[in-house]
Each structure stands twice: as structure tokens, then as C-alpha cells.
């Protein structure tokens, strides 16, 4: 029988490979997505991808003697992208409309007072495989709203499901063991949760 414990990087503890977390492994969950008075499980349900979150910060460029030193000035968080199956029902496209009214409503063309009454929370749950599925790990997104969406095409040459292609800008990001309630451990990007709670909207 091989020993698969010699098969990783020579280590002071140990050679043993560490199991990697897998892409297909996950989950999206929406709160305060739409209309708010219903369940968005559908939505989860016909996530195809998301993109995990992205940070950049720019620079400050200190000139010394005979040399230049950099500090870390303002950060980004990159947008993320959400591809959804538009199913028969219509329900991930009716969610997204739902959303899309609450940022701007186009017929009235009536917007609303503040960021507090249209964006959402969005978590990303990393699953471990087993069933119902045990959560590894959480980004939780605040401040979130739809930036861009594109509705995919209709195409008599190909067999390919109809796909919609969510952009979502948001404030702030936080990774978290387990569930949103671990933000307060060595590893996470807060000392606590982001406002009142993992998924404030506010702003």
C-alpha cells in the first residue's frame, strides 16, 4: 500500500498534502435582495459561478535619499461577477428585475433616498461536499448592489442554456471560519462584524 504521507512538501512537522478547498463547493445567499418578502432560494439555486472578492490599494510613494519607500493608501474592492441560469419559471430573472426596480425605478423614473433602501447583503459559503453541506468558510459582502446585468442572447446554432451575468459593487468584504458569526477570530479582515451585523446594508 503506498504512503500518501511522503507525497507533500519536506516540512520540521510534516509531509503530508493538505486537502485544497475545491471551486464547485459552494453556495451564494442573498439577504435583502428584491422585494425582501421572499425567499431567494431559487436565486441560490441557479447560481452557475460567482467570483471570489478582490482587494487593491494604491500606493503612497515616500522619495527619501537615494531611495523611495511605499506606504498603503485607500483600497478597492473589485466588483464581483454572479452568472445565473434564467430558468423556465423565471424566477432568478424576476428576482434580479425585483433588485433592479428598487435601484432606480425606470417607468417612474423615481430613485430612492438613500443606499440603505436598495442595497443588499451577498454571503459566499465555501461547503465541505457532504449533504446538507457543512460551511468551511464565509465571505460575507455589505453595501451590495446590482452595478451591471446582461440578459445573455438567443441563439438558433447552439443547445447552451440562457445565462444572466450579474456585476455587484459593495462597500466591504470580511472572511470568517465557518459561519459570519467567527469575525471576531485571528484571520478575519474586521475585529467584529460589519455594522450591526455580517450582512448590513447600510450606508
Given at each position: ?15 503530508v ?58 483600497h ?73 446585468v ?21 462597500d ?32
Open positions: 500500500m503506498a504512503d500518501l504521507t511522503q507525497y507533500g512538501v519536506p516540512t520540521t512537522t510534516t509531509n498534502i493538505m486537502m485544497p478547498k475545491l471551486q464547485y463547493r459552494f453556495r451564494v445567499n442573498m439577504y435583502g435582495f428584491g422585494n425582501n418578502n421572499g425567499s431567494t432560494v431559487d436565486f441560490t439555486q441557479n447560481v452557475v459561478s460567482v467570483t471570489r472578492p478582490s482587494l487593491t490599494h494604491e500606493e503612497v510613494t515616500l522619495d527619501a535619499y537615494n531611495s523611495r519607500a511605499y506606504l498603503a493608501a485607500k478597492t474592492w473589485e466588483p464581483i461577477t454572479i452568472t445565473l441560469r434564467d430558468d423556465m419559471n423565471n424566477a432568478a430573472s424576476k428576482h434580479v428585475a425585483s433588485q433592479l426596480q428598487k435601484q432606480l425605478n425606470h417607468g417612474l423614473q423615481s430613485a430612492p433616498a438613500a443606499g440603505k433602501d436598495y442595497k443588499f447583503g451577498l454571503v459566499i459559503e465555501q461547503l465541505d461536499g457532504s449533504q446538507p453541506g457543512v460551511v468551511i468558510e464565509t465571505w460575507s459582502l455589505n453595501g451590495c448592489f446590482i452595478q451591471n446582461n440578459y445573455g442572447e438567443n441563439n438558433y446554432a447552439t443547445s447552451d442554456v440562457v445565462l444572466i451575468t450579474l456585476q455587484i459593487r459593495y466591504a468584504a470580511d472572511i470568517h471560519s465557518i459561519e459570519q458569526a467567527a469575525a471576531t477570530e485571528a484571520g478575519a479582515l474586521t475585529n467584529g462584524l460589519l455594522g450591526n451585523s455580517a450582512i448590513n446594508p447600510a450606508v
